[in-house]
């Protein structure tokens, strides 16, 4: 009964987000509320303690919030100097093929923005490149959704696995974990392993749904003949993602992951290096279906407007730069990680107690990759780009309104979470668990061993409701790890397939997908794209369940606790 009333306020989420299309920034406000009046009615919480609670959620959501503002930051500032109008430019005469363009656009530059921005961007600068260089606007969204999965994980500098970490961290702490960063770098390479094992296959089935729906034979051929290809790009995207993800953790593998398959995958295109013979071609325009074509103007992204005279290194400089900042500070043997991953002044700020309720809260600022590289770097780029005061302005403007949304999303997504996780006896005047336990509990009881099949499903509806990977791992991380701890689960392999779960969502996401058809000009379309989207995602759930699902099966913890 009681674990039935501690899901009410997720299964509110899910009502109003996927039933009524309320956004994230208005769903979790009404959860975070839900959740404490069930706190006070149901577990007895004083307001007090609630209220200390929600305030240290709202405090402990700052870390992500200024990871998400430093990224779109720099992106934004890039666009309105010109620097990311330059480097668009550089794809569009790589090469004619659309497969290779699929490659090259839609996955390794939207990799590299993910890595580097996160939160929709990818699909937003891809897309839109595509349909230049001549994709069908419902076929450039398509692909942009579908193939912006693999790079979810390590979005925005790590953000979504980082989130997942942060959110069972005190649950680990607890259950004895000292080496906090192994456990970290522990859940990061689990992500990434079958992440890279399933990535070629995510690209041929991207590129098999191309041909066979948009191609001018209808057929997936022209896709089997690219498979040497698929498979070359999948390997220079995917040993960098895991060398990174094995020895650096979340921050690298995604960003580093795509320049170097960039790299790569652009000088094999020009030398002709396994690319294909024929040539794959999409029908005449005339003859394109009316739902492919864009039924709005398509909006032409604000990069490929400006007029800079900055050269192609140049506009490629500030991501150097975030690239040596990050390696140098995040590689022990240097020396600055031990220096600035602190929990004590200067180089963090934080409260034991409020309203004397204990909390424990510290903002690490000078390990916030928000703060150092990306504000820092985005503030160069004004003198090396000889920024004027109108596009700076225009820059923070911009970024302001897109961060707003997930703020706001981010504040209540994660004082609900610490309400979940803190309403237990030591808290309440009832004696009960927690909700978050009685939760685990009931899902544990409902579901037993074949929690397995359920944890990246978990994961994919948190993203389908929220918009967002890392949203999907606020709510539904120390739930997956209180489950796993339950049944007896290794829990490095379950938060796992919680942060995998988040990213393939990503394709299917309603969100996603009413961002990628404004910014295509498909609008209508949408329940279109969700239908096709669906084959692919549920097969990467499956392939999740079944690389990690085997794993555990097999008797496999890479982490026991306890």
Known sequence: MYAIIAFIPIIVTIIVMAGFNWPAKIALPLAWLITAVVCFLAWKMDIVTIAAHTVSGFLTSIDTIVIILGAILIMNTLKYSGGMGVINRMFTNISDDPRIQMIIIGFMFGAFIEGAAGFGTPAALAAPLLISVGFPPLCAAMCALILNSTPVPYGAVGTPASTAFNMVSGELTNAGV????????????????????????IIFITMAMMCKMFGKNKSIKPALECIPYILMSAIAFCVPYLICAAFLGPEFPSLIGGIFGLAVTIFTAKKGILVPKSKFEFPEKSAWLDHWKATTAVQEDESMKVEANISPVMAWVPYGIIAIILVVTRIPAIGLKGILNVSTAPFAVGLKTIMGVEVNWVFKWAWNPGILPFILVALLIIPLHKMKGEQIKAAWKETGSMVGGAAIALLFGIAMVQLFRNSGAAYNNSGM???????????????GKAYIIVAPIIGVIGAFISGSATVSCTLFSTLQYAA????????????????????????????????????????GSEGRLMRSNVVPCLIYAALTILILGGLILAGYNPFPIG
Do not use: H, R, Y
């Open 178 to 201: 000292t080496d906090l960063e192994a456990w970290k770098l522990g859940v990061t390479q689990w992500s990434a392993i079958p992440s890279a094992i399933i990535c070629p296959i």
């Open 433 to 447: 668990e927690s909700m978050l336990i009685v939760m685990a509990n009931g899902l544990a009881a409902l579901f």
């Open 484 to 523: 796993a701890v339950k049944l007896g689960l290794p829990t490095m392999l379950i938060v796992a397939m919680q942060i995998m779960g988040g990213a393939m969502g990503n394709m299917v996401c309603v969100n996603n997908i009413v961002s990628a058809c404004a910014t295509c000009g498909t609008i």
